[in-house]
């Protein structure tokens, strides 16, 4: 009998090494640069899609007895790919590198610019900047992670 317990207690140190790491496939590690992320995103992900799905998400998950109609494992691939894009722009906010800003000054249509200062829409790193001040990237993976589980059941 205590040939079996020493069994199963040296099965479960060797389960102990054993590590599964479940990190997104868009993971920001320092062999990528957050540009390189940003573009593996929306290869796989198309800019009205994701904004629907997101929209979708953020209703969801602020209903009472309702849950998002759309598969988990979609869901979960969505929010890991958003994971991802938000350490992208992190990467690119700490790069700090002077972007080309187009010279010209001519007028924005406001149906362009979208919720974007002019001056963000022109310099595209202070919307990261911006962004990073107000919240940690803590904060932004506790907020998603928080909206994805209200999102996919009733509480």
Known sequence: M?????????????????????????????????????????????????????????????????????????IFEFYQSMRSLIRAGYLIMLKDRKWAIDTQQEKISPWVLGLLSEKEYRNPLLVFKNAFREYTLKEFDYFMSGIVYFSMGVY
Do not use: C
């Open 2 to 74: 205590f040939m079996f317990f020493y069994y199963i207690y040296k099965k479960i140190q060797s389960m102990k090494k054993i590590k599964t790491h479940f990190n997104p496939r868009f993971r920001a590690d320092k062999k990528r640069s957050g540009l390189q992320l940003m573009e593996t995103f929306f290869q796989f992900n198309e800019l009205d899609v994701s904004k629907e799905r997101l929209s979708n998400i953020m209703n969801y998950a602020v209903k009472r007895n309702s849950w998002i109609n759309e598969d988990p494992a979609e």
